[in-house]
């Protein structure tokens, strides 16, 4: 086994054979993580309060009589900042979530688990409020052990049992916004005020959700970040020696020894009092150095701050920093790579925005109908026949009519002069395009075809008129 040294502190790296919630024999460590008390953790429970405000507020966000985010996965339907794209869009969709990859391994690779700690939902929800609510409830750590070492009496049971239905009924509220993030808010409230029997489905799909989240926060809890995330695992690939990480300084640390013997001896800052175990919600001694476990809360700064103070010794010990800026003894800097990083995750997010906004609310697709050859029509003239097929990605009913751009000839439709498509709808035509002959001078000729509503063009399409072989 290796082992790594502080001055004459020795520490073996065993705790990287095992996850730090699951002991020696492979059972499950109950964390009790102490309620942390601080500036960073003041500063995340206001901006909880606005995070619970937007995901519970945004279902209910419009913009043309359309969510401004739905994620409709059975109908392959999403909507994104009031856009609405369809499985034809897909590569957009595609780019979208390319460039969100992207910029989540520049963000990481500057800024470590910043989002971890400050705007994951998981870290928000269990540590903002199912675990406020178990403070509330049963208390802090040590009133929880003691709780749980207590044998079962009437005030033990209401205890646990008014926990439970608090957490069920928060996972119950969650889950029916996380599916009107699906169906949308207006789905969502047919299901929860007409018979059940008519949605069935959405109501089994709000009680799967409900159980879902009520056993992730009640009982998975760290274990989602530790076990199942694959963010926590890229950590490694991701992060380098001058990426923004929450560290204990080693050299101002060590060596550790208790408050007593630091007047006396020349021991390190660290006066070993495992404060910033007991508050870790994922239950790693951050002195250990990077950790997958480590979700960057903070909750080990703010607790070592305060010691820091009680014992006169300046702040900092453990901080934000990276692992240059710790051996060598320097601040965090915004370094030329972070703002390179940084640039660069803008420069992602300005490239999409352009495509999301200059996207066609009409698409058009446009096929010489396959098998058949041009047709004469009379001695001076010649057709091909094609099929036409709309997808209006609009809010309105539209009227589309097909005109020949930039060429001598004209359109002649099988049925109605316009094709109507109805709101969010497909529609389907059929029209031949008539070429004079003297326009036609090889065996394929590109044209330009326009869509047209009430006078104005919403987009124009290309095709293939073929014609004899000259």
Same mark, same amino acid.
């Given at each position: 086994?290796?082992?790594?040294?502080?001055? @004459?502190?020795?520490?073996?790296?065993?705790?990287?054979?095992?996850?730090?919630?699951?002991?020696?024999?492979?059972?499950?460590?109950?964390?009790?993580?102490?309620?942390?008390?601080?500036?960073?953790? @003041?500063?995340?429970?206001?901006?909880?309060?606005?995070? $619970?405000?937007?995901? *519970?507020?945004?279902?209910?966000?419009?913009?043309?009589?359309?969510?401004?985010?739905?994620? @409709?996965?059975?109908?392959?339907?999403?909507?994104?900042?009031?856009?609405?794209?369809?499985?034809?869009? *897909? *590569?957009?969709?595609?780019?979208?979530?390319?460039?969100?990859?992207? $910029?989540?391994?520049?963000?990481?690779?500057?800024?470590?688990?910043?989002? %971890?700690?400050?705007? %994951?939902?998981?870290?928000?929800?269990?540590?903002?409020?199912?675990?406020?609510?178990?403070?509330?409830?049963?208390?802090?750590?040590?009133?929880?052990?003691?709780?749980?070492?207590?044998?079962?009496?009437?005030?033990?049971?209401?205890?646990?049992?008014?926990?439970?239905?608090? $957490?069920?009924?928060?996972? *119950?509220?969650?889950?029916?916004?996380?599916?009107?993030?699906?169906?949308?808010?207006?789905?969502?409230?047919?299901?929860?005020?007409?018979?059940?029997?008519?949605?069935?489905?959405?109501?089994?799909?709000?009680?799967?959700?409900?159980?879902?989240?009520?056993?992730?926060?009640?009982?998975?809890?760290?274990?989602? %970040?530790?076990?199942?995330?694959?963010?926590?695992?890229?950590?490694?690939?991701?992060?380098?020696?001058?990426?923004?990480?929450?560290?204990?300084?080693?050299?101002?640390?060590?060596?550790?020894?208790?408050?007593?013997?630091?007047?006396?001896?020349?021991?390190?800052?660290?006066?070993?009092?495992?404060?910033?175990?007991?508050?870790?919600?994922?239950?790693?001694?951050?002195?250990?150095?990077?950790?997958?476990?480590?979700?960057? %809360?903070?909750?080990?700064?703010?607790?070592?701050?305060?010691?820091?103070?009680?014992?006169?010794?300046?702040?900092?010990?453990?901080?934000?920093?990276?692992?240059?800026?710790?051996?060598?003894?320097?601040?965090?800097?915004?370094?030329?790579?972070?703002?390179?990083?940084?640039?660069?995750?803008?420069?992602?997010?300005?490239?999409?925005?352009?495509?999301?906004?200059?996207?066609?609310?009409?698409?058009?697709?446009?096929?010489?109908?396959?098998?058949?050859?041009?047709?004469?029509?009379?001695?001076?003239?010649?057709?091909?026949?094609?099929?036409?097929?709309?997808?209006?990605?609009?809010?309105?009913?539209?009227?589309?009519?097909?005109?020949?751009?930039?060429?001598?000839?004209?359109?002649?439709?099988?049925?109605?002069?316009?094709?109507?498509?109805?709101?969010?709808?497909?529609?389907?035509?059929?029209? $031949?395009?008539?070429?004079?002959?003297?326009?036609?001078?090889?065996?394929?000729?590109?044209?330009?075809?326009?869509?047209?509503?009430?006078?104005?063009?919403?987009?124009?399409?290309?095709?293939?008129?073929?014609?004899?072989?000259?």
């Amino acid at each position: 086994m290796s082992e790594i040294k502080h001055s @004459n502190v020795i520490e073996t790296d065993a705790f990287r054979d095992r996850i730090a919630t699951v002991d020696e024999s492979g059972k499950r460590k109950w964390i009790y993580a102490y309620q942390p008390k601080g500036r960073f953790y @003041n500063i995340r429970s206001v901006l909880s309060v606005f995070y $619970f405000l937007i995901f *519970f507020g945004l279902p209910f966000v419009q913009i043309n009589e359309r969510p401004l985010f739905l994620f @409709n996965i059975p109908e392959a339907k999403f909507i994104l900042f009031g856009k609405i794209f369809w499985p034809q869009d *897909f *590569f957009i969709f595609g780019l979208t979530m390319v460039t969100f990859v992207f $910029f989540i391994i520049l963000f990481t690779a500057a800024f470590g688990r910043l989002f %971890c700690g400050w705007a %994951c939902p998981q870290t928000n929800f269990m540590e903002m409020m199912f675990r406020r609510v178990e403070y509330w409830i049963l208390g802090d750590a040590p009133a929880q052990k003691q709780l749980k070492s207590a044998p079962w009496t009437g005030k033990k049971m209401i205890k646990i049992t008014v926990k439970h239905l608090l $957490f069920f009924l928060l996972s *119950f509220t969650i889950a029916n916004f996380f599916l009107a993030y699906i169906i949308g808010i207006n789905e969502l409230e047919k299901i929860i005020t007409e018979p059940v029997t008519q949605h069935v489905v959405g109501f089994a799909s709000i009680l799967v959700f409900s159980a879902v989240f009520y056993g992730v926060y009640a009982f998975f809890r760290e274990q989602a %970040c530790t076990v199942v995330c694959p963010y926590g695992r890229l950590q490694s690939v991701l992060l380098d020696k001058n990426s923004m990480i929450v560290a204990y300084d080693y050299k101002r640390g060590e060596p550790r020894g208790n408050f007593k013997k630091q007047a006396s001896s020349s021991l390190g800052d660290c006066i070993d009092c495992h404060l910033c175990v007991k508050v870790c919600p994922t239950g790693i001694d951050i002195r250990n150095g990077v950790q997958m476990e480590c979700v960057g %809360c903070t909750a080990c700064i703010d607790a070592c701050d305060h010691v820091m103070d009680s014992i006169g010794k300046p702040k900092g010990l453990i901080r934000y920093a990276s692992e240059n800026s710790i051996a060598k003894g320097e601040p965090l800097r915004y370094t030329v790579r972070m703002k390179l990083y940084t640039g660069l995750c803008f420069l992602l997010l300005a490239l999409l925005s352009v495509i999301l906004m200059t996207r066609k609310d009409i698409d058009a697709t446009v096929i010489r109908t396959a098998g058949m050859l041009y047709q004469e029509r009379g001695k001076d003239s010649l057709s091909n026949l094609y099929n036409i097929k709309l997808i209006n990605k609009t809010t309105k009913d539209i009227a589309v009519k097909v005109v020949l751009k930039d060429q001598q000839g004209t359109i002649l439709m099988a049925g109605k002069p316009v094709i109507e498509i109805k709101k969010e709808g497909q529609a389907s035509g059929t029209f $031949f395009i008539i070429l004079p002959k003297s326009a036609v001078k090889q065996r394929k000729t590109m044209l330009k075809l326009a869509l047209y509503t009430n006078g104005e063009e919403l987009v124009t399409s290309k095709t293939n008129f073929l014609g004899p072989a000259l």
